[in-house]
């Protein structure tokens, strides 16, 4: 009983979420890269006080972006009417 309830209730995973999982892994890996390539060159040669600072902020600069990925993938897709 408990199960065809569950059942029931399944909605299968929308394009939306496909595209925007797709979109957060081209995110991280891209992200990845270029942040690698901006610690080895710019970050390195900045003063020993600031690096800290700098990698923190490099590190968590991806969220915001993958954040607007979230949103967009749980808004809810246009509903054919009727």
């Known amino acids: 009983m408990e199960f065809?309830?569950?059942?029931?209730?399944y909605k299968a995973p929308s394009l939306r979420k496909?595209?925007?999982?797709l979109?957060?892994?081209?995110l991280v890996v891209v992200y990845a890269l270029l942040a690698m390539a901006l610690a080895e060159?710019?970050?390195t040669d900045?003063?020993?006080w600031l690096?800290?600072?700098?990698?923190a902020?490099?590190?968590l600069a991806w969220v915001f972006p993958?954040?607007?990925?979230?949103?967009?993938?749980?808004k809810p897709g246009n509903k054919p009417k009727g």
Request: aromatic share 6%; charged share 15%.
């Open 46 to 48: 900045a003063p020993a």
């Open 23 to 26: 979109a957060m892994l081209v």
């Open 66 to 74: 993958a954040m607007l990925i979230i949103k967009w993938m749980e």
């Open 4 to 9: 065809e309830i569950m059942a029931q209730d």
């Open 51 to 55: 690096q800290p600072i700098l990698y």
């Open 41 to 43: 060159g710019r970050i």
């Open 18 to 21: 496909l595209v925007g999982s």
């Open 57 to 59: 902020i490099l590190g």
